[in-house]
Protein backbone atom coordinates (compact mmCIF):
# COMPACT_ATOMS: atom_id res chain seq x y z
CA UNK A 1 0.00 0.00 0.00
CA UNK A 2 3.08 2.17 0.82
CA UNK A 3 4.28 1.79 -2.15
CA UNK A 4 1.17 2.71 -4.39
CA UNK A 5 0.58 6.09 -2.31
CA UNK A 6 4.21 6.95 -3.24
CA UNK A 7 3.41 6.11 -7.01
CA UNK A 8 0.32 8.01 -6.75
CA UNK A 9 2.59 11.08 -5.22
CA UNK A 10 5.21 10.76 -7.80
CA UNK A 11 2.60 10.71 -10.86
CA UNK A 12 0.59 14.05 -9.69
CA UNK A 13 4.02 16.15 -8.95
CA UNK A 14 5.44 14.90 -12.59
CA UNK A 15 2.47 16.11 -14.08
CA UNK A 16 2.31 19.60 -12.54
CA UNK A 17 5.85 19.91 -12.68
CA UNK A 18 5.57 19.70 -16.57
CA UNK A 19 2.98 22.50 -16.55
CA UNK A 20 4.71 24.45 -14.71
CA UNK A 21 7.92 23.99 -16.97
CA UNK A 22 5.99 24.77 -20.15
CA UNK A 23 4.71 28.02 -18.75
CA UNK A 24 7.62 29.36 -17.02
CA UNK A 25 11.01 28.03 -17.87
CA UNK A 26 10.60 26.79 -21.73
CA UNK A 27 14.24 27.85 -23.52
CA UNK A 28 14.35 25.77 -26.44
CA UNK A 29 14.56 27.16 -30.26
CA UNK A 30 10.77 26.90 -31.26
CA UNK A 31 10.36 24.43 -33.90
CA UNK A 32 7.77 25.06 -36.74
CA UNK A 33 6.13 21.55 -36.70
CA UNK A 34 4.17 19.32 -34.44
CA UNK A 35 6.99 17.98 -32.77
CA UNK A 36 10.58 16.06 -34.23
CA UNK A 37 10.52 12.75 -35.33
CA UNK A 38 14.72 11.17 -35.97
CA UNK A 39 14.95 10.57 -39.52
CA UNK A 40 16.09 7.15 -38.80
CA UNK A 41 12.16 6.31 -37.04
CA UNK A 42 9.50 5.66 -39.35
CA UNK A 43 5.40 5.32 -38.77
CA UNK A 44 5.18 6.49 -35.16
CA UNK A 45 2.43 6.18 -33.23
CA UNK A 46 1.86 6.47 -29.30
CA UNK A 47 5.12 4.07 -28.23
CA UNK A 48 6.92 7.17 -29.41
CA UNK A 49 5.45 9.94 -27.12
CA UNK A 50 5.25 7.32 -24.16
CA UNK A 51 8.60 7.05 -21.73
CA UNK A 52 8.73 3.75 -19.66
CA UNK A 53 12.24 4.25 -17.78
CA UNK A 54 10.88 5.31 -14.94
CA UNK A 55 9.18 2.60 -13.68
CA UNK A 56 11.91 1.54 -11.89
CA UNK A 57 10.76 3.76 -9.38
CA UNK A 58 7.86 2.18 -8.71
CA UNK A 59 8.57 -1.99 -7.89
CA UNK A 60 12.50 -0.88 -7.81
CA UNK A 61 14.84 -1.26 -4.34
CA UNK A 62 16.16 2.45 -3.52
CA UNK A 63 20.28 2.52 -4.47
CA UNK A 64 22.58 2.86 -2.15
CA UNK A 65 24.26 5.45 -3.52
CA UNK A 66 23.14 8.68 -5.43
CA UNK A 67 21.52 7.76 -8.28
CA UNK A 68 19.77 10.29 -11.37
CA UNK A 69 17.14 9.05 -13.36
CA UNK A 70 16.82 11.73 -16.44
CA UNK A 71 14.30 11.73 -19.31
CA UNK A 72 15.76 13.96 -21.74
CA UNK A 73 15.93 14.00 -25.25
CA UNK A 74 18.18 11.75 -25.23
CA UNK A 75 16.76 9.00 -23.37
CA UNK A 76 13.31 9.68 -24.46
CA UNK A 77 13.73 11.34 -28.48
CA UNK A 78 10.14 12.69 -28.82
CA UNK A 79 11.21 15.52 -25.97
CA UNK A 80 13.68 17.13 -28.89
CA UNK A 81 11.84 20.24 -29.97
CA UNK A 82 9.62 20.50 -26.53
CA UNK A 83 11.44 22.53 -24.57
CA UNK A 84 10.79 19.75 -21.72
CA UNK A 85 12.47 17.73 -19.54
CA UNK A 86 12.97 15.22 -16.33
CA UNK A 87 14.79 13.72 -13.62
CA UNK A 88 14.60 11.95 -11.01
CA UNK A 89 17.21 11.93 -7.83
CA UNK A 90 17.22 9.44 -5.41
CA UNK A 91 19.55 10.04 -2.29
CA UNK A 92 20.67 7.05 0.07
CA UNK A 93 21.10 8.38 3.53
CA UNK A 94 24.05 10.88 4.03
CA UNK A 95 24.22 11.01 -0.08
CA UNK A 96 25.43 14.04 -2.49
CA UNK A 97 24.74 15.32 -5.55
CA UNK A 98 28.02 17.09 -6.04
CA UNK A 99 28.38 21.21 -7.11
CA UNK A 100 27.26 21.16 -11.03
CA UNK A 101 25.80 23.23 -13.46
CA UNK A 102 22.88 23.24 -16.57
CA UNK A 103 24.19 25.29 -18.91
CA UNK A 104 21.12 25.34 -20.94
CA UNK A 105 18.13 25.64 -18.26
CA UNK A 106 16.99 26.38 -14.60
CA UNK A 107 16.12 23.68 -12.50
CA UNK A 108 12.75 23.48 -10.51
CA UNK A 109 13.13 21.19 -7.94
CA UNK A 110 10.59 19.20 -5.84
CA UNK A 111 11.56 17.31 -2.84
CA UNK A 112 8.65 14.20 -2.49
CA UNK A 113 10.34 12.15 0.79
CA UNK A 114 13.08 13.03 3.33
CA UNK A 115 14.98 16.75 3.26
CA UNK A 116 17.80 18.07 1.76
CA UNK A 117 20.53 20.58 1.94
CA UNK A 118 20.27 22.96 -0.96
CA UNK A 119 22.49 26.04 -2.20
CA UNK A 120 23.43 27.84 -5.33
CA UNK A 121 26.01 30.47 -6.15
CA UNK A 122 25.54 33.56 -8.17
CA UNK A 123 28.04 35.25 -10.31
CA UNK A 124 28.82 37.30 -7.70
CA UNK A 125 29.72 34.68 -5.48
CA UNK A 126 27.09 34.75 -3.17
CA UNK A 127 26.23 31.24 -1.69
CA UNK A 128 22.18 31.02 -1.38
CA UNK A 129 21.18 27.62 0.90
CA UNK A 130 18.04 26.24 2.05
CA UNK A 131 16.77 23.42 3.77
CA UNK A 132 13.76 21.50 1.94
CA UNK A 133 11.27 19.11 3.65
CA UNK A 134 9.02 16.82 1.44
CA UNK A 135 6.89 18.62 -0.14
CA UNK A 136 9.10 22.44 -0.73
CA UNK A 137 10.35 23.29 -4.33
CA UNK A 138 13.54 25.22 -4.96
CA UNK A 139 14.74 26.91 -8.34
CA UNK A 140 18.38 26.34 -9.70
CA UNK A 141 18.95 29.46 -12.03
CA UNK A 142 20.15 28.62 -15.36
CA UNK A 143 23.61 28.09 -15.53
CA UNK A 144 24.53 28.70 -12.08
CA UNK A 145 26.76 25.84 -9.50
CA UNK A 146 24.65 24.19 -7.31
CA UNK A 147 24.22 21.15 -5.29
CA UNK A 148 21.87 19.01 -3.15
CA UNK A 149 22.95 17.10 0.13
CA UNK A 150 20.98 14.44 2.30
CA UNK A 151 22.69 15.14 5.72
CA UNK A 152 20.12 13.10 7.31
CA UNK A 153 22.64 10.31 8.36
CA UNK A 154 18.96 7.63 8.83
CA UNK A 155 16.65 8.04 5.58
CA UNK A 156 16.68 8.67 2.01
CA UNK A 157 15.38 11.75 0.13
CA UNK A 158 13.94 11.13 -3.34
CA UNK A 159 13.24 14.42 -5.52
CA UNK A 160 13.04 15.27 -9.01
CA UNK A 161 13.65 17.94 -11.23
CA UNK A 162 11.75 19.81 -13.71
CA UNK A 163 13.57 21.68 -17.10
CA UNK A 164 12.80 24.15 -19.26
CA UNK A 165 15.19 22.09 -21.85
CA UNK A 166 15.09 18.90 -23.88
CA UNK A 167 18.50 18.45 -23.03
CA UNK A 168 19.05 20.82 -20.23
CA UNK A 169 22.98 19.57 -20.01
CA UNK A 170 24.94 18.83 -16.51
CA UNK A 171 28.92 19.54 -16.30
CA UNK A 172 29.97 18.00 -12.43
CA UNK A 173 32.43 20.45 -11.35
CA UNK A 174 34.54 17.74 -9.64
CA UNK A 175 34.72 15.63 -12.41
CA UNK A 176 35.14 18.38 -15.19
CA UNK A 177 38.03 19.52 -12.86
CA UNK A 178 39.90 16.43 -11.80
CA UNK A 179 38.93 13.72 -13.81
CA UNK A 180 39.98 15.31 -17.30
CA UNK A 181 43.63 16.13 -19.16
CA UNK A 182 43.53 19.34 -17.15
CA UNK A 183 47.84 20.05 -16.68
CA UNK A 184 47.97 19.47 -12.72
CA UNK A 185 50.31 22.48 -12.71
CA UNK A 186 47.74 24.25 -13.48
CA UNK A 187 45.13 23.00 -11.40
CA UNK A 188 47.68 23.83 -8.64
CA UNK A 189 48.21 27.04 -9.64
CA UNK A 190 44.69 28.09 -9.30
CA UNK A 191 43.42 26.35 -6.35
CA UNK A 192 47.23 27.61 -4.77
CA UNK A 193 47.92 24.35 -3.54
CA UNK A 194 50.83 21.68 -4.51
CA UNK A 195 51.02 19.02 -7.42
CA UNK A 196 50.73 16.28 -5.14
CA UNK A 197 47.05 17.44 -3.47
CA UNK A 198 46.17 17.37 -7.50
CA UNK A 199 46.76 14.18 -7.92
CA UNK A 200 45.44 12.60 -4.72
CA UNK A 201 42.05 14.34 -5.64
CA UNK A 202 42.13 12.94 -9.17
CA UNK A 203 43.26 9.73 -7.97
CA UNK A 204 39.97 9.92 -5.32
CA UNK A 205 38.10 10.75 -7.97
CA UNK A 206 39.10 8.08 -10.48
CA UNK A 207 38.61 5.43 -7.89
CA UNK A 208 35.11 5.81 -7.94
Known amino acids: MASRVTALKFLIVLFSSFT?????????????????????????????????????LIDGDFPTNFTVLKASMVEFPALNGQSVSQAVLQFPAGSTNPPHTHPRSAELLFLVAGSLEVGFIDTTNKLFTQTLQAGDMFIFPKGL?????????NNLALAFSAFGSANAGTVSLPKTLFATDIDDNILAKSFKTDVATIQALKSGLASK
Open 20 to 56: IVQMALAGDADIISDFLVPPDVNNIDGNFFTFTGMRV
Open 145 to 153: VHFQYNADS
